[in-house]
């Protein structure tokens, strides 16, 4: 099985346009200094230039790779010219003022582009080219697409990037598409038919996750192939706005991730990596991602609700009942709040039975400020009670969820309506679950209908007794006032930081889950099975085994 | 407005159809995507004790889109100011009225760990921005950018799109016109009565890219025992008929958009329709709804 990981993000090829103000060196190599602050300028980059010269009365196109970077300094590397005047100074960073007047600076573009050196291709479709000089662009991920306008042959080629080695400067690329029939064997967009080196310019594969989620319903895709695992990849250009994603067909792929790219993954705090913030509703129960397809995975997604209070959306996550292999995991979303219309505002909900064999797991999420502000409406942060298949709910973490109704509860969580359903229910916390009357106050809702596994869980006392935690090993009844033992490292809005306290009771209360879907992988990234210690309650693993021995305090705090 | 429409029909029934508008976009949305762009964490650099470097722009950035700073005034107190009204009031680890807190040694040490982090500081204390405001005014952020760098707003008018997403989908642009003559019926495709344009509000964009749904009981709530009503009250929801509701029956206006249909169902050709502000059409000349018109 083939993975194929492209990434998603609004950034464009150019970067920057800056007019040098100073410049030192006599070629190739140049130190420049610009009028204004350069912003995302990255070694590797290229600068292009159209200078004039009076020498041949003639305006020749300069290209420059960015080799350095220091301060407001940019050191940049002469490659060619149209003209093939050379690398000799002035010529390229301004133009020639001729016997008549001084030179004049020419403004110079920058664009995530690169030239390379050379091509190998010994796997073709897919070609290892080298680059020169600083290498690629420092700021190419894997999943990025490179496109070579071949002029020589009138074509447009395109390659999507599939490894990048940054010590021997190579990137690996695989043929996409080109223009003119040329096919998968031609090296052109790479190297020219004349034989030149091209110029690749570098973009995202998608600019927004509507346009990822068109090309999985695609039968004729252009990045993938028709089995492969697609990865999409999140990267933090701009927040993503997209108000609703429907993932109901994909063709015969083995799986769709939908995941954030490593750096710019949360750390368990909101607004940290790259954010989801739709701008506009979803409609009424539409959700902000549905899915409708097996084997698919949502992974450290940042979404918010915020901007969407006086709109219709009421849910993030929709299981509308093909959903066997879902796995929705260290995501956090929060700040619903508003009344977004007459069905109340659910979180993570499944509409539909599904089969009796389907497994949807949901694991290491954050919920929080969850709150429906009507009268008459229901807030529940995670709902799987329809599903007639195994449900996992392991070591989430819900705080505050609020509903204003007399007659409609705030849920935390709720499960087991189906008489099909088994629901595993472990290692999960409901702090601060609240509605107008206390016995609409459910921090873990069993309905009962099927079976149930639920234990080593942790309710606050705000909760109804019977929709407390349950199970021999769970805990109840923690007071939710904080003022004695803070539970979290900040509730404080706008900074809510649900990581455990040092003092929080849901330490080393869990229970070890294994390995299985990464259960172990906390919030942050953390391996709860390398920390040494008893599993933390929650989506945060903060207990770690201490390496000293002379260490009075066992616990210290990892992340 | 920006949209960006399906070319030929997906391959399923519940597949974007030929014409669909897939996604739209604001033009304040659009400047404020490459605002995002210019001002992004990643552009500015550190202190040599490892705090954010309080760039002019970035600062300027931050307090226009964010509702909060807080400021760590020592050991345990945090100051938060609401930067949309100036309210301010103090944070300890002891919860406040509204059961709120911080562990501000905890918080700071947590942050500095993400290499993205966003934590200032000024003699010798921590201050940062938070919560992404609802509201943001983008011609002050560009005015700001303006300042301190050498783009310009002007120059930022487009999504930014690959030349793939280009050659597989129509990308063209519209707003709203208000004529003086009140045509309800003109086409206004090129504008030649002198119509007042303006751009299109998020509503539009909202009701341009909603789908076609049908509602359906999928769960109920429990009484409780105590409640007099004892019936359960159904959960709604929805099933997805169509993904979108509205399209751009693009083949049907490629004279008067100057399109040459066959260019456009190529995939092979780059197609960006995208016109200067003051060519737009009128999106209602170039949208239907596929209800109304029966297509669906």
């Known amino acids: 099985m083939t993975t194929t990981t492209v990434s998603i993000g609004s950034r464009s090829n150019t970067v920057d346009t800056e007019t040098p103000a100073t410049s030192s060196g006599s070629g190739p190599l140049y130190t420049v200094t610009f009028g204004t602050t350069p912003t995302g300028i990255a070694v590797g980059h290229i600068g292009t230039v159209a200078a004039f010269s009076w020498d041949d009365e003639d305006t020749s196109n300069y290209v420059y790779v960015v080799t350095a970077i220091s301060g407001d300094n940019i050191t940049v590397k002469y490659l060619k010219d149209d003209n093939e005047r050379g690398d000799a100074s002035p010529y390229g960073l301004y133009s020639s003022g001729g016997s008549s007047g001084s030179p004049v600076q020419q403004v110079m573009v920058f664009k995530r582009s690169g030239i390379t050196t050379a091509q190998a291709s010994a796997s073709a479709p897919s070609y290892t080219v080298t680059f020169g000089d600083a290498g690629p662009p420092a700021d190419l991920h894997v999943g990025d697409v490179g496109g070579g306008a071949d002029e020589s042959s009138g074509c447009e080629f395109t390659y999507l990037v599939t490894a990048i080695d940054l010590s021997n400067k190579t990137v690996t690329m695989k043929y996409v598409h080109d223009d003119g029939g040329n096919g998968t064997t031609s090296p052109h967009g790479l190297q020219g038919a004349d034989g030149n080196q091209l110029i690749i310019d570098f973009n995202r594969a998608f600019s927004t996750i509507t346009l990822f989620e068109e090309m ?33 067909q994909k063709q015969s792929l083995s799986s769709v991730t ?176 609240t509605a107008n009357r206390l016995a609409r106050r459910r921090a873990f809702v069993d309905t009962g209908t099927g079976t149930s596994n639920v234990d080593y869980n942790l309710s606050t006392s705000d909760s109804s007794s019977s929709y407390d935690a349950q199970g021999a090993n769970s805990i109840i009844d923690v007071s939710n006032d904080n003022d004695s033992t803070p539970f979290f490292v900040s509730v404080a809005e706008g900074s809510e930081d649900l990581h455990l306290h040092a003092s929080s009771p849901a330490l080393e209360e869990g229970y070890d889950l294994g390995t299985t879907n990464s259960v172990n992988i906390d919030i942050d990234g953390i391996d709860r099975d390398a920390t040494g210690v008893t599993w933390d309650m929650g989506a945060d693993q903060t207990s770690v085994a201490s390496t000293t021995t002379t260490n009075t305090s066992f616990i210290m705090f990892v992340e | 407005m920006e949209i960006i429409v399906k070319i030929n029909d997906g391959p ?96 700071v040490t947590r942050r500095l760990k993400n290499k993205n982090h966003l934590i200032f500081r000024e003699n010798g204390l921590e201050y940062w921005y938070a919560k992404e405001r609802a509201n943001i005014d983008v011609n002050a952020l560009w005015s700001d950018i303006e300042t301190h760098t050498s783009s310009l707003q002007s120059q930022h008018t487009k999504f930014s799109l690959s030349s793939s997403e280009k050659r597989k989908f129509l990308v063209m642009n519209c707003c709203t016109h208000t004529c003086e003559d009140d045509h309800y019926d003109h086409t206004c495709l090129d504008c030649s009565c002198h119509c007042d344009l303006s751009e299109c509000s998020k509503e539009v964009v909202e009701e341009k890219t909603s789908s076609v749904v049908n509602r359906i009981i999928t769960d109920y709530f429990i009484p409780d025992p105590e409640d007099e009503d004892q019936t359960p009250k159904p959960i709604w929801d929805v099933e997805i008929l169509h993904k979108r509701k509205h399209q751009v029956p693009y083949w049907d206006l490629a004279s008067s958009l100057s399109l040459n249909v066959d260019d456009v169902r190529n995939t092979s050709v780059e197609i960006d329709s995208r016109k200067e502000p003051q060519q737009r059409p009128s999106v209602e000349a170039i949208t239907i709804n596929k209800i109304d018109a029966g297509i669906i």
Request: glycine share 6%; with cysteine; net charge negative.
């Open chain 1, 216 to 248: 999985i319903d695609d039968s004729s895709p252009n990045y993938w192939g028709s089995s492969d695992d697609v990865v999409g990849e999140l990267h933090a250009d701009s927040n993503f706005t997209d108000n609703t994603v429907t993932f109901d």
């Open chain 1, 258 to 433: 939908l995941s954030v790219y490593s750096d710019d993954r949360h750390d368990g705090t909101a607004e940290s990596g790259a954010l989801w913030k739709p701008t506009t509703a979803s409609g009424h129960d539409v959700g902000i991602i549905r899915i409708n397809i097996d084997n698919m995975i949502v992974e450290w997604l940042d979404i918010s609700l915020h901007e969407l209070d006086s709109t219709n959306t009421n849910k993030v996550i929709v299981f509308v009942g093909t959903n066997d292999d879902n796995i929705i995991r260290n995501n956090i979303f929060h700040d619903k709040d508003g009344d977004p219309g007459n069905n109340g505002c659910f979180c993570i909900h499944v509409l539909a039975a599904g089969a009796s064999s389907d497994v949807i797991s949901i694991l290491n999420n954050i919920v929080y400020r969850w709150e429906n502000t009507d009268s008459g409406e229901a807030a529940s942060a995670i709902n799987m009670n329809a599903w007639s298949g195994t449900v996992n709910i392991y070591n989430n973490t819900v705080y505050y969820v609020h509903s204003h109704a007399n007659s409609q509860p705030g849920e935390g969580y709720k499960f087991n309506g189906n008489a099909n359903q088994t629901a595993n229910v472990k290692n999960n916390i409901s702090h601060t679950v």
């Open chain 2, 12 to 107: 399923s029934a519940t597949s974007y159809k030929d014409g669909d508008i897939v996604q739209a976009f604001t033009q304040d949305e659009i400047y404020y995507h490459h605002a995002q762009n210019k001002c992004n964490i990643k552009n500015f650099g550190f202190t040599t004790d490892g705090m954010r470097s309080p760039e002019p722009l970035l600062i300027k950035y931050l307090e226009k889109t964010k509702t909060f700073k807080f400021e760590r005034l020592n050991s345990n107190e945090v100051r938060r100011t609401n930067l949309l009204t100036s309210q301010e009031d103090i944070l300890t680890t002891t919860p406040n009225e509204n059961e709120e807190y911080i562990d501000v040694y905890q918080y």
